[in-house]
Nanobody
Framework: QVQLVESGGGLVQSGGSLKLSCTAS????????MGWYRQAPGKQRDLVAS???????EYTHSVKGRFTISRDSAKNMVFLQMNSLKPEDTAVYYC????????????WGQGTQVTVSS
């Protein structure tokens, strides 16, 4: 069973930065992509940033220009550099790993809390 472990969340002031990391283990298949989602209280879990099946990146509109997703494929790691953080970025951030090109399997980390104070 694939395991995802996130780290790097915390409390930061508005305008500050955080870098999230996610390490995947027990991945027994080759074709997969990783990404980041977030869920604020009372809201659904939404995509923040992800690698696509072609290897490019995609971002939700509200984080474009502020967040950057990157990866270290050799270590099965994905990162999310978050700059110019805003209070509305406050959420639990989840790492996701999915099979590509078809999403036949999808795995989630336990989540890491990001809180941005105004």
């Amino acid at each position: 069973q694939v395991q995802l472990v996130e780290s790097g969340g915390g409390l930061v002031q508005s305008g500050g930065s955080l870098k999230l990391s996610c390490t995947a283990s027990k991945v027994t298949f080759k074709n997969y992509a990783m990404g980041w989602y977030r869920q604020a209280p009372g809201k659904q879990r939404d995509l923040v940033a992800s690698f696509t099946s072609s290897g490019s990146t995609e971002y939700t509109h509200s984080v474009k220009g502020r967040f950057t997703i990157s990866r270290d494929s050799a270590k099965n790691m994905v990162f999310l550099q978050m700059n110019s953080l805003k209070p509305e970025d406050t959420a639990v951030y989840y790492c996701n790993l999915r099979t590509i090109p078809l999403v036949t399997r999808s795995y989630w980390g336990q989540g890491t809390q990001v809180t941005v104070s105004s």
